[in-house]
């Protein structure tokens, strides 16, 4: 399986931006994919999933009702629209998913359950 993120880029406060999670090599009939960020100096923080055993999307209160995401299974993509951007978004971003959490139908958001990452795209969020 291979993750590859695009969409990344440098836009002003409160504008809009979409990450794309290409997914090679995984049937997206079963999924478990979530996105993480890593800021400079932080620790990697997952901040949206969307497993397939109920198709439902969960998000941290940090991004909720700004960030969606959703599966687009004829692209095999998983796309992470952010909206009403905050220059605390800036961070890079990676998808990761791995095969336990896909068989097991959950997604959590501690990084250390996934051992397929994509490569990160960066976003960056300045006036």
């Known amino acids: 399986v291979q993750l590859v993120e695009s969409g990344g880029g440098l836009v002003h406060p409160g504008s809009s931006l979409t990450l794309s999670c290409a997914v090679v090599g995984l049937d997206l009939r079963y999924y478990a994919i979530t996105w993480f960020r890593q800021s400079p100096g932080q620790a990697r923080e997952g901040v949206a999933c969307?497993?397939?055993?109920?198709?439902?999307?969960r998000y941290v209160e940090a991004v909720e009702g700004r960030f969606t995401l959703s599966v687009d299974k004829t692209k095999k993509t998983v796309d992470l629209q952010m909206n009403r951007l905050r220059p605390e978004d800036t961070a890079v971003y990676y998808c990761?998913?791995?095969?336990?959490?896909?068989?097991?139908?959950?997604?959590?958001?501690?990084?250390?359950?996934?051992?397929?990452w994509g490569q990160g795209t960066q976003v960056t969020v300045s006036s």
């Open positions: 969307v497993a397939n055993s109920d198709g439902s999307t």
């Open positions: 990761a998913t791995d095969y336990e959490r896909i068989r097991s139908g959950f997604c959590p958001y501690a990084a250390y359950e996934y051992d397929t």
